[in-house]
């Protein structure tokens, strides 16, 4: 791609695919930069050409406090939200990524991997653990799934965390919510 920048350049300048042809193309983006620094011990997972791997962009998150946890589970009603060492005692799929939640808080985006053990539908929880321990506390807490629909004051159902992941990287926006007065919805 890169080589095919520099030769339109040159050709279009009238010049030889040199130094300053490969010095002005330089400065011309590639397609396949990065908007966004994936994060997560997953990452490699989601770099091109790898997978499986579900890529997770948030927004909306309330602030740059705690960190923000993607969660997989089994994409039927009796095992998601179950307790992690219940599912792993099971030999059910059950992954936990955390990052710290970005400073730009509610300004920017983050984006988060999650590796997944093959193509299949499964279950995707975001968690913004605002105080950084591993309990959720609905107060002040905040949580999203795939379907973004408004959470309201139960859990969510699984249709609305569920996500059906390629054999590549399949990419999905969540917008973080919070308690409010109606219950869960966008901060």
Same mark, same amino acid.
């Given at each position: 791609? !890169?080589?095919?920048?520099?030769?339109?350049i040159?050709? %279009?300048?009238?010049i030889?695919? &040199?130094?300053?042809?490969?010095?002005?193309?330089?400065?011309v983006? @590639?397609?396949?930069?990065?908007?966004?620094?994936?994060?997560?011990? $997953?990452?490699?997972?989601?770099?091109?050409g790898? *997978?499986?791997?579900?890529?997770?962009?948030? !927004? *909306?998150?309330?602030d740059?406090? #705690? $960190?923000?946890?993607?969660?997989?589970y089994p994409?039927?009603?009796?095992?998601?939200?179950?307790? $992690?060492?219940?599912?792993? %005692?099971? $030999?059910?799929?059950?992954?936990? =990524? @955390?990052?710290?939640?970005?400073?730009?808080?509610?300004?920017?985006a983050?984006? =988060?991997?999650?590796?997944?053990?093959?193509? #299949?539908?499964?279950?995707l929880?975001?968690?913004?653990?605002?105080? #950084?321990?591993?309990?959720?506390?609905y107060?002040?807490?905040g %949580? *999203?799934?795939p @379907?973004?629909?408004?959470?309201?004051?139960?859990?969510?159902?699984?249709?609305?965390?569920?996500?059906?992941?390629?054999?590549? =990287?399949t990419? =999905?926006?969540?917008? %973080?919510?919070?308690? &409010?007065?109606f219950g869960?919805?966008?901060?």
């Amino acid at each position: 791609m !890169t080589r095919l920048i520099r030769s339109t350049i040159a050709a %279009a300048l009238l010049i030889p695919a &040199g130094p300053f042809a490969q010095a002005l193309s330089a400065q011309v983006p @590639s397609a396949q930069t990065p908007s966004a620094q994936v994060l997560g011990s $997953d990452a490699a997972a989601c770099q091109p050409g790898a *997978g499986p791997a579900i890529e997770a962009t948030i !927004t *909306g998150l309330k602030d740059g406090k #705690g $960190d923000v946890r993607l969660e997989l589970y089994p994409a039927t009603a009796e095992d998601f939200l179950k307790g $992690d060492h219940e599912l792993i %005692a099971q $030999d059910k799929v059950f992954r936990r =990524v @955390s990052v710290a939640a970005p400073a730009t808080g509610r300004a920017g985006a983050v984006a =988060v991997c999650i590796r997944v053990p093959r193509p #299949g539908r499964y279950a995707l929880m975001m968690i913004h653990s605002r105080d #950084g321990r591993n309990k959720f506390d609905y107060k002040i807490d905040g %949580a *999203g799934t795939p @379907s973004n629909k408004r959470i309201g004051f139960g859990k969510p159902k699984v249709e609305e965390a569920s996500i059906a992941a390629g054999a590549g =990287v399949t990419p =999905v926006a969540i917008r %973080a919510q919070y308690m &409010g007065l109606f219950g869960f919805s966008p901060h």
